[in-house]
């Protein structure tokens, strides 16, 4: 069941990190703090405006960025199947290259939400999947999540 947890309660850790470019493209990216519980490769939900997307973790030589946010792990996966959502946030919000955003931890570095600084949200947090029903879906290829 979704637990409504504000970005300002007592467990939400918040991050500085700001926005980047991804690679040679103008496209946004995500440039996470290095103090954030997480790894390259990592598949993380990340809430953006009151809706949980996946996203992987990818590593460049600054360290981990978030280059997109998808509908499902598949898309996430296989990024240019999709609508990138995090271009699309980015752009409803004005935020471009070296424009800073928080990043709260809502759920030991599995679930994430981002804000603009300043700005209170309220996160529908779910309960992370069963790791081993998700391997075996994964296994299969039937974990679209």
Same mark, same amino acid.
């Given at each position: 069941?979704?637990?409504?947890? +504000?970005? &300002?309660?007592?467990?939400?850790? *918040? =991050? ?20 954030? +519980?997480?790894? !390259?490769?990592? =598949? ?6 009151? *809706? ?7 590593? &460049? ?16 996966? *296989?990024?240019? !199947? ?13 935020? %471009? ?10 759920? %030991?570095?599995?679930? =994430? ?18 790791? $081993?029903? $998700? $391997?075996?879906?994964?296994? =299969?290829?039937?974990?679209? !999540?």
């Amino acid at each position: 069941m979704p637990e409504q947890l +504000p970005s &300002d309660h007592p467990s939400v850790q *918040t =991050f500085r990190a700001k926005i980047a470019r991804s690679g040679g493209t103008r496209r946004p990216c995500l440039r996470v703090p290095d103090d954030v +519980p997480a790894a !390259e490769g990592d =598949f993380i939900r990340l809430h953006l405006d009151g *809706t949980a997307y996946h996203a992987r973790l990818a590593g &460049d030589a600054s360290g981990l960025v978030v280059r997109g946010a998808y509908d499902n792990k598949r898309l996430a996966r *296989t990024p240019g !199947e999709g609508e990138n959502r995090l271009v699309e946030w980015c752009r409803e919000h004005d935020r %471009g290259p070296d424009d800073a955003v928080e990043l709260d931890e809502l759920d %030991g570095g599995y679930q =994430f939400g981002l804000r603009v600084p300043g700005v209170r949200t309220v996160y529908r947090v779910t309960e992370r999947p069963n790791d $081993s029903l $998700s $391997s075996i879906a994964e296994k =299969f290829g039937l974990s679209d !999540e």
